[in-house]
């Protein structure tokens, strides 16, 4: 791993409902972007996650600005939560649900998602060059920026993974300057548990495990992890199993209160369409009052038996007890709010207890201790003081007397994930990272020959040794270079090395390597092509062009009575793979020595049905 810092790391969140975005250099501190356009004074610390069109498809506004724009004009269209409808199965489910906000195709979506993060990218460029004083002054581009961002645990298709870089590429991260750059880096459950092991205030003994539970505006995310190292400079901690995901957020508070709404709205038809505006539902569901609700209900102090909010465009004195409206305000109980909240807990309690049921199911007696909450809805005190109580009333076998707490500033919890990571790589020499293991989500390998042995080779593909009179080879073998549920050190490449032979005089420096992937338990994974369960996920092409002849390997296959010796060479590389959380990564060594000629010196042709194949997640 190069041990070059860059002068700027920036990280990015992108979530489903609000964006997150901080950078740091090598000697400043993490510095959070809070002067989004359309904010006012009030200095948001995430922008929200939106944007409205005008009907020609230009866009008219987007985050905070899209407040004062008014979407009700003809033609004008507002988007949200285009972010999950990247997947195609989340974008089918909607469609079929009826939903009229969904994007018409996965096209569509990456369209939106390209659109708002290059107004990300406009504006932290913007802000980032004005407080390091170079706005006027050339600007960022001659600098080493890296850019590194988050994805959903939920995402476990290389598809979405390959498009959702696509589209950062075409926002224009990493492109600005030759040493800018960007990452796909950590899942957001995992970035989570890094902020927890470096900021929070419990003291983790070694060896200790904890759970973080990453519940966002779309999505809820956990990590269950084990503390490696105890020492609060240089923390770590290993994933015990694979980091999962689950459909389960704020946004879907927002969907029953609008249901709600709605419901005692259809009742009086009339009494709406006479005496409350048009978009009073919108309105209401996108107040501030009804944001401040979400965020401060279970607190003790804000508890109370009904809770009033004011409807924008409604006269003071207008009251109407069927539709739960007193002097302009619309009353709610606390039953009916709590009623928004408790499937998402039920659901996020469903999850917990399966992570925990996969500890006592492998015959691990280690205690959860703590449970950390982060995001959106993981900062409702509601939803901790439920969580809390579900498991003092029913304690799990691993988790008997665990505490459930906050995180230390949960709403920006995955951006100050990434960003701890780095520097924690950064003050090593690139040799320590928080995550010091993880645990792989699904089985890989490379298809190689292997020498036929008529017992381990039957009924497979053969071909002769065009070198050696006799030898055959079993072709479309599969080698794994790392299985299902194995650890994975990510400072630690998996190596696959190669040797081709060269007949005298041959100059062939561009070899193909197909790679496979497999969602099958180790047990059953299968040894070649000709068996199911293994799917192609690319093509990697390996260009080794600039190497002489005389780096081989030189072989003097001697003669016999019978035949004529003869030379052939051998050209011996390696194919490191960097299996990450969210991505798959390739490099070429020659030598011992990352390979980098005058051109590209390894290409991926990804396929399209191998990087569809999702991992079960649960």
Not at 205 to 214: A, C, I, K, Q, R
Request: proline content about 5%; some cysteine; glycine content about 8%.
């Amino acid at each position: 791993m190069s041990t070059e810092l860059p002068d700027i790391a920036v990280a990015i969140d992108l979530g489903t409902t609000y964006t997150g975005v901080a950078w740091m250099t090598p000697r400043t501190p993490i510095q959070v972007i809070s002067d989004w356009p359309g904010s006012g004074d009030r200095g948001e610390r995430k922008v929200p996650t939106q944007l409205i069109y005008h009907g020609n498809g230009e866009l008219s506004s987007w985050g905070f600005q899209c407040a004062d724009d008014d979407d009700g004009t003809p033609g004008k269209t507002r988007r949200e939560f285009f972010k999950i409808f990247m997947e195609a199965d989340t974008l089918a489910s909607a469609q079929e649900q009826g939903l009229s906000s969904a994007p018409s195709s996965i096209y569509e979506a990456q369209r939106f998602v390209t659109d708002y993060l290059r107004q990300i990218y406009a504006h932290v460029k913007l802000s980032i060059e004005t407080e390091i004083g170079r706005r006027h002054m050339g600007g960022w581009t001659g600098m080493s920026v890296e850019f590194v961002f988050s994805v959903p645990t939920t995402w476990t298709s290389l598809s979405v993974i390959n498009t959702f870089k696509t589209v950062v590429q075409n926002a224009g991260f990493g492109m600005e300057g030759p040493r800018h750059s960007f990452q796909v880096d950590l899942t957001e459950a995992e970035a989570a548990a890094v902020a927890t092991l470096k900021t929070s205030a419990v003291v983790f003994e070694m060896g200790s495990l904890f759970l973080t539970v990453d519940a966002g505006g779309g999505t809820t995310d956990l990590a269950l992890m084990q503390v490696t190292s105890s020492d609060q400079t240089i923390p770590q901690m290993s994933s015990l199993h694979p980091v999962s995901g689950v459909g389960i957020g704020a946004s879907v508070i927002d969907r029953l209160f609008l249901r709600l709404v709605t419901a005692r709205a259809a009742a009086y038809p009339d009494v709406v369409a006479t005496a409350l505006p048009p978009d009073f539902l919108i309105r209401l569901t996108r107040s501030h009052q009804f944001r401040t609700l979400k965020h401060k209900f279970g607190e003790p102090a804000y508890m109370q038996p009904v809770f009033r909010i004011p409807l924008e465009g409604v006269a003071h004195d207008f009251t109407h007890l069927g539709l739960g409206i007193e002097n302009g305000r619309m009353l709610f109980s606390i039953q009916e709010i709590q009623s928004l909240f408790d499937p998402q807990v039920e659901g996020i309690v469903k999850k917990i207890v399966e992570e925990l049921d996969w500890l006592r199911d492998t015959g691990r007696p280690q205690q959860v201790q703590h449970m950390v909450l982060s995001g959106g809805l993981g900062s409702s005190a509601y939803v901790r003081d439920q969580l809390q109580q579900r498991f003092l009333s029913y304690p799990h076998p691993n988790a008997s007397r665990v505490a459930v707490i906050p995180c230390s500033d949960p709403q920006l919890v995955v951006v100050r994930g990434l960003l701890y990571d780095r520097q924690q790589r950064w003050n090593t020499g690139g040799t320590t990272s928080v995550l010091a293991a993880r645990v792989a989500r699904a089985s890989y390998g490379v298809i190689v020959q292997e020498v036929y042995s008529p017992a381990l080779h039957f009924n497979e593909d053969l071909q002769p040794d065009p070198f050696e009179k006799g030898k055959k080879w079993a072709v479309n073998q599969i080698q794994w270079l790392i299985r299902k549920g194995d650890v994975i050190n990510p400072n630690v490449p998996l190596v696959k090395s190669f040797a081709i032979s060269l007949a005298e005089g041959e100059l062939t420096r561009a070899w193909d390597s197909r790679i496979v992937i497999s969602h099958n338990e180790p047990t059953f994974l299968p040894r070649s092509m000709k068996q199911a369960g293994a799917t192609k996920i690319c093509d990697l092409r390996s260009n080794l062009d600039g190497v002489r002849q005389e780096q081989l390997v030189l072989k003097n296959k001697r003669g016999t009575c019978f035949s004529r010796g003869h030379r052939f060479y051998i050209c011996q590389f390696d194919i490191r793979v960097i299996v990450a959380p969210a991505d798959l990564r390739f490099e070429l060594w020659f030598a011992g020595q990352k390979f980098s000629g005058n051109h590209e010196p390894i290409s991926v042709t990804w396929d399209t049905e191998g990087t569809n194949v999702k991992a079960k997640i649960g």
